[in-house]
């Protein structure tokens, strides 16, 4: 960003601490971005400001969905993949693509349809003959998944043999084609958005590849207030273009102070009890749970639990995790891993339902 965006942008959003410098390089001395902290204090602060400015750029384009906002960053931050889920015309897809103009990296959008081929996305070989000695040999041609970024559009629009496709990219970072295993650009993200799955023509997602996304993301309707912003801006001019304000070495060094941000025993603890505690047949699971549960959460939901909180914490300056962290995030990573049984069914009652009892049946403050 150059000297006349920062000065748009200072006075609105919080800036880089002043320790911070930026990195002179040979290409673009003045433009370079600010150079990750190694410092612990200061590398929570410069996530803390990063989450500000990501936010206060959105916010040119979307009208509310903070809560939304904050999951997606959580996954980016975390290394993970996030699931949108809603009625269309909720800006999901918009959402996605602005932010994808906020981070520095490179961005692809792949609209799912009945028709669409494994190879669509992941990539293909064809003959290539040289021109000059005529010789012919295989050549790859990436698909769009060899991206930062992936926007997987209504990913619930295209048979189940498509969405197998992306099962390895989302958990390996790697695709395979013609017997040579190649890996995807680094950092790497799947941001889909899927339509609810009573409405017609959708093929709903297997229990495994719903299990590769950290978070499973309810987008609702705007407020009353919200929906007058909204109607305001769509039926005026163009607004304000969002900054980049992130690029890739950033985004990696934003995961690793996540990995590195350490967590108490007890935080460990409790985790862990909310997960065991919707293993209907395991030795721990709430009553309520085995009544109207078919299956639990696995271990993934465990570790998931613990990475969002580290995030969570993180974007909200905290040196420490607490058990708030993980209650907060706990409905967005438990929903789509357990399983409602026709009792609960019957009766109307949701995942989102069974993890709210789960948590206020586990204390957060007990020493565990």
């Not at 150059?2 to 959003?13: C, G, H």
């Not at 600010?34 to 750029?57: G, H, L, R, S, T």
Request: glycine residues 6%; charged residues 20%; negative net charge.
């Amino acid at each position: 960003m150059n000297d006349e965006t920062n000065e748009n942008v200072a006075p609105v959003i919080p800036s880089a601490p002043e320790e911070y410098e930026a990195p002179v390089t040979a290409a673009d001395s003045e433009d370079a971005a600010p150079a990750p902290p190694v410092d612990a204090a200061e590398a929570i602060n410069f996530c803390k400001d990063a989450y500000a400015k990501i936010q206060y750029e959105l916010s040119k384009v979307i009208v509310g969905q903070n809560n939304v906002v904050d999951e997606i960053l959580i996954a980016i931050f975390t290394r993970n993949h996030a699931l949108l889920v809603g009625v269309p015309g909720l800006a999901k897809t918009l959402l996605i693509s602005t932010l994808a103009r906020t981070l520095q990296m490179s961005f692809r959008r792949i609209q799912f349809t009945p028709d669409l081929m494994p190879s669509d996305i992941t990539g293909t070989e064809v003959i290539y003959q040289d021109p000059q000695s005529g010789e012919k040999q295989f050549k790859f041609l990436p698909g769009p998944l060899f991206s930062n970024v992936v926007l997987a559009d209504e990913i619930n629009r295209t048979p189940p043999k498509t969405q197998a496709a992306m099962l390895e990219a989302m958990q390996e970072r790697c695709v395979t084609v013609g017997g040579v295993t190649r890996d995807l650009p680094k950092p790497f993200f799947v941001l889909a958005t899927q339509n609810p799955l009573e409405q017609e023509g959708t093929y709903p997602l297997p229990e495994a590849q719903l299990d590769r996304f950290m978070f499973l993301i309810h987008v609702g309707y705007p407020s009353a207030d919200e929906e007058f912003e909204i109607m305001k801006r769509g039926a005026g001019g163009r607004g304000d273009e969002p900054l980049p304000v992130l690029d890739a070495e950033q985004i990696l060094a934003i995961q690793e102070t996540v990995r590195l941000l350490p967590v108490a025993d007890h935080v460990y603890n409790y985790a862990r009890d909310i997960v065991r505690a919707t293993r209907a047949k395991e030795p721990g699971a709430l009553e309520y749970c085995a009544q109207y549960l078919s299956f639990g959460a696995g271990p993934r939901a465990s570790l998931s639990l613990i990475t969002a909180a580290k995030a969570r914490a993180l974007i909200n300056g905290q040196l420490y995790v607490s058990c708030e962290n993980v209650a907060a995030v706990a409905p967005s990573v438990m929903r789509h891993r357990i399983a409602p049984n026709f009792a609960a069914q019957s009766e109307g009652i949701t995942s989102d339902d069974i993890v709210k009892k789960v948590l206020e049946a586990i204390p957060q403050h007990e020493e565990r």
